[in-house]
């Protein structure tokens, strides 16, 4: 079986300080890794993902992140957050040969003026 | 390219009544995923489609259904609605549905259905 698990329910951070959310996985055989974002009301917008290769990905609106396999971790990070990342954050998982995504249970991220 | 779009965006049922629900995936696409999402549960997959034909299917009763059409739209039923059924419904469109495990999910906006 597969799953996912961000730690944090809730991540708070200044405006212009940087930010990290969190992820880790379980799979057997290669994970496929995504991050997603969701605001009020809306659906989810793809933000990055890690299929093979470079183990820092980058992604929309200044986002990244970074596959660590010894410590199965996908951390999602921004250099400097702005309040409109304010937002729902879920990362996503679907193993190799999977139909489906698994999904974390998502973390809230308030960037605070 | 339009995205994927979802019809309607707001839903009110009774208990006991039901219910579809329908999407339209981006243009070319032609797999579409359902999913459900609650507070409580989060967001979890009801099942796929790919050249109308359900290829994975998640861990929900018989009342919720699907269905493909030749053009990909696809269309999901709730029959005999009951209170917990009230959540976000999602669907999601990839280019080429199982054989692409790589390829992203872009989702639609949702259907908020709530069951009094």
Known sequence: AQSVAQPEDQVNVAEGNPLTVKCTYSVSGNPYLFWYVQYPNRGLQFLLKYITGDNLVKGSY???????????????????ALVSDSALYFCVLRGAGSYQLTFGKGTKLSVIP | KAGVTQTPRYLIKTRGQQVTLSCSPISGHRSVSWYQQTPGQGLQFLFEYFSETQRNKGNFPGRFSGRQFSNSRSEMNVSTLELGDSALYLCASTPRGGGGATDTQYFGPGTRLTVL
């Open chain 1, 62 to 80: 200044g986002f990244e992140a970074e596959f660590n396999k010894s410590q199965t971790s996908f951390h999602l990070k921004k250099p400097s």
